[in-house]
Nanobody
Framework: VQLQASGGGWVQAGGSLRLSCAAY????????IAWFRQAPGKEREFVST???????HYAESVKGRFTISRDNAQNTVTLQMNSLKAEDTAVYYC??????????????????WGQGTQVIVSS
């Protein structure tokens, strides 16, 4: 499956953005889709995932502000980001994989990655 992330942009702190991850090829409904982000000079970090079972997981730093959802009919996963903070600034990547529950936050467990979309939050 090939992934394409979109929806990034510039927003003031407290604002919202919606990221989309579109999938092409493969059987989308069988894959878990995760969002990771990478800020300059920092390692890639887990943001959220929605598994093939629709179970969701969030990083503590975004819990209560971000919501992940999937539409298998449209082969898309959406990350709704509200109450954005300057520390959310990063390039956001979506990735496909089916890691075991204890490994959903490990980027090495995902085998297909989108190209990334930049999110800039100004304070």
């Amino acid at each position: 499956v090939q992934l394409q992330a979109s929806g990034g942009g510039w927003v003031q702190a407290g604002g919202s953005l919606r990221l989309s991850c579109a999938a092409y090829g493969g059987t989308f409904s069988r894959y878990g889709i995760a969002w990771f982000r990478q800020a300059p000079g920092k390692e890639r970090e887990f943001v959220s995932t929605i598994r093939a079972t629709r179970t969701t997981h969030y990083a503590e730093s975004v819990k209560g502000r971000f919501t992940i959802s999937r539409d298998n009919a449209q082969n898309t996963v959406t990350l709704q980001m509200n109450s954005l903070k300057a520390e959310d600034t990063a390039v956001y990547y979506c990735a496909a994989g089916n890691p075991i529950l204890s490994a959903v936050r490990d980027p090495d467990m995902y085998h297909n990655w989108g190209q990334g979309t930049q999110v800039i939050v100004s304070s």
